[in-house]
């Protein structure tokens, strides 16, 4: 069940152009694992809204006190990515969505776990990891 906020992918928007921890399809190529994390919800939701504000050309639609909206823009081809993380209980749940077709079909789910791997070093306090997406 998806945690409020959230929201899965819906039906007619398959992977590539959609991947959530709250997918239910049992299609893996749009399942990730939500991220677990030790601390309040208050600090890894700052935690996930520094990691989401290193997305290259992102720009944060709405914040509230569980959920981070993000869309990000490419600077070459304009391809637009929503990014919804929501923080419940200690875990960090994410919903990335993209156009139809014009993405690689690995690149929503490896954006996604760079997003909750960064998230994961943020909290903990580490240096976040080179990615391919996320800029420091």
Known sequence: MAPDGLGSCPPDRGPPDCVSTADASGDPR???????????????????HRVLA????????ERDRRRVRVRAVSRVLRVRTEVVAVVVSGAVHLRLAGPRGLLDPRGLRARG???????????RGWAPPDGRWLRR
Do not use: H, Q
């Open 54 to 61: 290193r997305v290259p050309g992102g720009r944060v639609l």
């Open 30 to 48: 749009r399942r990730l694992e939500p991220l677990a994390v030790a601390g309040s919800d208050d600090a890894v939701l700052a935690a996930v």
């Open 113 to 123: 776990r760079e997003v909750l791997v960064a998230v994961d070093a943020e909290v």
